[in-house]
Nanobody, 125 residues
Framework: VQLQASGGGLVQAGGSLRLSCAVSGNIFSLKSMGWYRRAPGKQRELVASISSNGVIEYAESVKVRFTISRDNARDNAKTTVYLQMNSLKPEDTAVYYC????????????????WGQGTLVTVSS
């Protein structure tokens, strides 16, 4: 499974950005996909996730403002996960990482975290 994130950038407070994560590989085996972020000087935190059966979870700090969605995968090869971010605040500034959880037979586990490269979101005040 491979993940490729895009869509970060610089935006003023109150503005919007949409992050995309192209997920390729054994899509139907994945339990969940989502987004994490790491702000300067802070630990990585979950922003939003969507499970294989459509259950969505948000961090309290982004509820109402952020929306996670995904394309309906037409095959087992690829899909895209989005994070629509509205009413952005300076405290949303962070490197955002897309994530997928599922089996990794090479490593020998059913619960493996796949990560994309980070994309920087900077919100100016």
């Amino acid at each position: 499974v491979q993940l490729q994130a895009s869509g970060g950038g610089l935006v003023q407070a109150g503005g919007s950005l949409r992050l995309s994560c192209a997920v390729s590989g054994n899509i139907f085996s994945l339990k969940s996909m989502g987004w994490y972020r790491r702000a300067p000087g802070k630990q990585r935190e979950l922003v939003a996730s969507i499970s294989s059966n459509g259950v969505i979870e948000y961090a309290e700090s982004v509820k109402v403002r952020f929306t996670i969605s995904r394309d309906n995968a037409r095959d087992n090869a690829k899909t895209t996960v989005y994070l629509q971010m509205n009413s952005l605040k300076p405290e949303d500034t962070a490197v955002y990482y897309c994530n997928a959880e599922g089996p990794n037979l090479q490593v020998g586990t059913l619960q493996y975290d796949y990560w994309g490269q980070g994309t920087l979101v900077t919100v100016s005040s």
